[in-house]
C-alpha cells in the first residue's frame, strides 16, 4: 500500500458521512452567507423562528418539510441541521 492510500484511509470521511457534511454546510451557508450558494436556495430552508411566534427550544431549528424520500436535499439538510446542538448552531 502506498503512503498516499494510507494517509487517505486514516483521514477520509466514509461517503455517507462526507454527503452529511456537504449537506451541513449547504445550510450554514444559506444560514449565514446566502451570496455564495445558486439563487435557487434563497428560499430553501424556512427557519421555526418565521413560522411560529412563540419563543420555543426549537426557534433555532429548520421546518422539516413532509417528503416521499428521506433523501430529499430539504428534509436531510434541515433535519440534520436541527440535530446539530445549539451551542455550536449559535457559533457559526
Known sequence: MTLLLTVYDSY????????????LLVV???????????????YFFVLNS????????????LCLYSVNTLFGLKFKGAQLWNSVPNSIKQSA
Open 28 to 42: 450554514h451557508n444559506f444560514l449565514h452567507h446566502k451570496n455564495r450558494l445558486p439563487i435557487i436556495f434563497c
Open 50 to 61: 418565521t413560522i411560529h411566534l412563540h419563543n420555543a427550544q426549537t426557534r433555532s431549528d
Open 12 to 23: 477520509a470521511l466514509p461517503v455517507d458521512k462526507l454527503h452529511e457534511l456537504h449537506l
